[in-house]
Structure formats: C-alpha cells, structure tokens
C-alpha cells in the first residue's frame, strides 16, 4: 500500500468531512436500518452546522487518512466533557473510525487508530473507550484484537430504532 497519511482536519476540510462521513456511514449501516432512519440520521448528524460545532469543540479532533490528496477515511477523538458519555478527565473516547469501503482491509483503520492512541498517550490518558454496534462484528474483532475489553453496553439511537451499543476500553496505565 502507498504512503497513506494522518492530517488534522479544520473548519476549510468542512465539506470533505462531510462528504467522507455520509459515505463512510452509509456503506457501513444502510444495508441493516431503514431508509428513513438513515436519510435522517445523515441529514442531522453529518449537517454543516453540527460538524462546524464538533471542529470548533476543544475536546475534540478529527483527523483524515489520505492517500495522496485522495481522502479515505477519518478519526474522530474526545476527551473531557466533549466525550458522549464517561466525560472523564482521565480518558479518551474514540467516537469514530471509518475507512472507505474500497479500502478495507488494508490497514487504514489500523492506521488512524494508532493516531488515536497516539493522541491519548500525548494527553496523558489513563484508557481509551468507544461504543461500537453489536451487529458490527468486523468492529467488534478490530478492538478485540488491539486490546479492547467489553465493560458496558448503552442505547445508540438512530432515527426511531433503538440499538445496543457494547461499550469497550483499553487500559493504557496501571
């Protein structure tokens, strides 16, 4: 594979954040929910003012995975009270990693997760945690495999269909 490369996203990559986000969401769950719930879901979670809003947040950053100019996939972390759940200090939530369907399998996840536990060693982060769908086992056996342990599930809404989120994290101190 080529060089693929990490790169902060700010508020002038707004419109291929968007475009990545939307894509990347909709190759991974548009097969297993409804039309509705998605056109809605993509809609408000992927809006111009939302995404303005999470860029500008301190607690958060977004990275892409570039391939060339080309990008391919994108990170999203939170720490302090921009976590969606937890909000503590001590640690960092990966609240998405999404790899272009064309790019699966080739280490790109891998790439822009080690960003993220990059970032958490950097912020002196006791663990990282993350939700991640029950009916996505490729997700689920990634962060088995990079260390991650279930602790918890939550309810992750999407449109009106309820659906249960495994709750996991990876313990970077003793």
Do not use: C
């Not at 990545?20 to 809609?43: D, Q, V």
């Not at 699966?104 to 950097?122: N, R, T």
């Not at 999407?158 to 994290?169: F, H, P, V």
């Amino acid at each position: 594979m080529e060089n693929i490369i990490t790169k902060r996203i700010t508020l002038d990559d707004l419109e291929k954040l968007q475009k990545i986000g939307r894509a990347t969401f909709e190759e991974t769950f548009s097969e297993s929910n409804s039309e509705e719930n998605m056109k809605s879901y993509l809609e408000e979670g992927f809006s111009k003012e939302k995404l303005t809003a999470e860029l500008i947040a301190t607690d958060s950053e977004f990275y892409f995975a570039l391939l060339k100019e080309e990008v391919i996939g994108y990170l999203k972390v939170n720490f302090g009270a921009s976590q969606t759940e937890l909000k503590d200090n001590k640690a960092l939530e990966i609240e998405r990693i999404y790899v272009s369907k064309a790019f699966h399998g080739k280490s790109v996840g891998q790439l822009l997760y080690d960003k993220a536990i990059e970032i958490a060693k950097e912020k002196g982060s006791e663990y990282i945690w993350l939700g991640v769908w029950e009916e996505n086992p490729r997700a689920i056996r990634f962060y088995k495999k990079n260390g991650f342990v279930e602790f918890d599930k939550h309810i992750f809404k999407l449109g009106d269909d309820e659906q249960t989120d495994i709750m996991m994290k990876l313990q970077l101190t003793e």
